[in-house]
């Protein structure tokens, strides 16, 4: 499927009735100038609910500061390139270009670029730190904001889609911080088994706010992240129900899913799905990452024994085949997303301003 036929163009989008919707916060100063004031109805209507003052700012800043082209802002954004253009023009005709421009460092935008140069990405978002800890707490808020922005933005077109979601911390913020908006038509589906413990980033409970939010179907895996024995895996992947979700999971348009990291403050030890043995014997084999259900090692080979013959995660042919966008924050998991990176996997990169320094400054 080619980017054109993926993304294709808005067609008469199916939008709820927003005043602001405001995702990737850059200022929250509204243009009252008398340009706005002479918009006809039809474009200040498009302007509040389509065309969020996030977005154009955003995109502003990357066509008249970094100079990409409208083309090349569609593909790392994930919006169709009407959508693009539009912005663009919403920029020029609510004349917002320069307080952008004045808010915003070109840094993140050439982070970006280097990241996606390093390790052949075809999309990056890098979000500002904003002057917190630049640990998985303190930047998690604005780097989930960041994925929000992207899945909404994927979103936009209404034709039937199938995106398979990943779960975890950070999954369950992007899916909190997305704005409702109608799309009867998109199914999402669980990449993971479930994790033992009731919470947020339960892969049950991503999926249903993404159902709440959007009107859309949504299947999980009835099965455990991590089971017993390789045998009760075989077991659970002949069941029909997880059978059903990995055929869907082999169509999906996108996947999109969380990094998790191997030790210490690990969503494996926060919800106690490993002991400490269990730990130890990952750490043994080198694992420092879990790339949506299959631990890998420092240079992002997959694991192949142990504890991940025992795991419930995404069928590694489509982790391979598919599109791929991942999203990380913290520099104390700047290893495993470098591992990540480094498998080959991966198709877009969503993560912190500090983050990406830091990758950028280890080797490849």
């Given at each position: 499927m080619t980017d054109r036929e993926r993304h294709g163009s808005i067609a008469s989008p199916e939008f709820e009735p927003y005043e602001t919707i405001v995702i990737y916060k850059v200022s929250s100063t509204?243009?009252?100038?008398?340009?706005?004031?002479?918009?006809?109805?039809?474009?200040?209507?498009?302007?509040?609910?389509?065309?969020?003052?996030?977005?154009?700012?955003?995109?502003?800043?990357?066509h008249y500061v970094?100079?990409?082209?409208?083309?090349?802002?569609?593909?790392?954004?994930?919006?169709?390139?009407?959508?693009?253009?539009?912005?663009?023009?919403a920029a020029l005709d609510q004349g917002i270009v320069r307080i952008f421009v004045n808010q915003v460092s070109s840094d993140c935008v050439e982070l970006e670029t280097k990241l996606m140069k390093r390790y052949g990405l075809s999309s990056c978002i890098v979000a500002p730190d904003t002057g917190l800890t630049h640990s998985m707490a303190g930047t998690m808020p604005v780097v989930a904001s960041a994925g929000a922005f992207y899945l909404y933005g994927r979103l936009e077109n209404t034709e039937p889609k199938i995106i398979g979601i990943g779960s975890g911390r950070t999954m369950a913020e992007v899916v909190r911080q997305l704005p409702s908006i109608r799309r009867p038509k998109v199914e999402f589906i669980s990449t993971t088994g479930d994790f033992a413990a009731l919470s947020a980033a339960n892969p049950f409970e991503v999926i249903n706010i993404l159902m709440e939010k959007t009107g859309g179907g949504g299947y999980a895996f009835t099965a455990p992240l991590i089971v017993d024995t390789p045998e009760d895996r075989e077991l659970f992947l002949r069941q029909r129900s997880v059978c059903k979700s990995r055929e869907k999971l082999a169509e999906a348009d996108f996947i999109f899913a969380g990094i998790g990291h191997i030790g210490p403050g690990s969503f494996f030890s926060s919800f106690g799905l490993l002991t400490e043995?269990?730990?130890?014997?990952?750490?043994?084999?080198?694992?420092?990452?879990?790339?949506?259900?299959?631990?890998?090692?420092?240079?992002?080979?997959?694991?192949?024994?142990?504890?991940?013959?025992?795991?419930?995660?995404?069928?590694?042919?489509?982790?391979?085949?598919?599109?791929?966008?991942?999203?990380?924050?913290?520099?104390?998991?700047?290893?495993?997303?470098?591992?990540?990176?480094?498998?080959?996997?991966?198709?877009?990169?969503?993560?912190?301003?500090?983050?990406?320094?830091?990758?950028?400054?280890?080797?490849?």
């Open positions: 509204f243009p009252t100038d008398k340009g706005i004031e002479r918009l006809s109805a039809e474009r200040h209507f498009m302007s509040r609910i389509t065309e969020t003052q996030d977005q154009v700012r955003d995109v502003a800043w990357m970094a100079g990409l082209t409208q083309a090349e802002i569609a593909k790392r954004r994930g919006l169709s390139r009407m959508k693009v253009h539009r912005l663009v023009q043995a269990e730990m130890a014997e990952l750490n043994g084999q080198g694992a420092v990452a879990d790339l949506v259900g299959n631990p890998i090692d420092e240079e992002g080979r997959f694991v192949e024994n142990g504890i991940a013959s025992r795991m419930l995660g995404l069928q590694r042919s489509v982790l391979r085949e598919s599109e791929t966008i991942v999203i990380c924050s913290g520099t104390e998991k700047w290893r495993a997303a470098r591992s990540a990176l480094r498998s080959g996997c991966l198709n877009g990169f969503i993560t912190s301003q500090s983050l990406a320094k830091r990758l950028l400054a280890e080797p490849a």
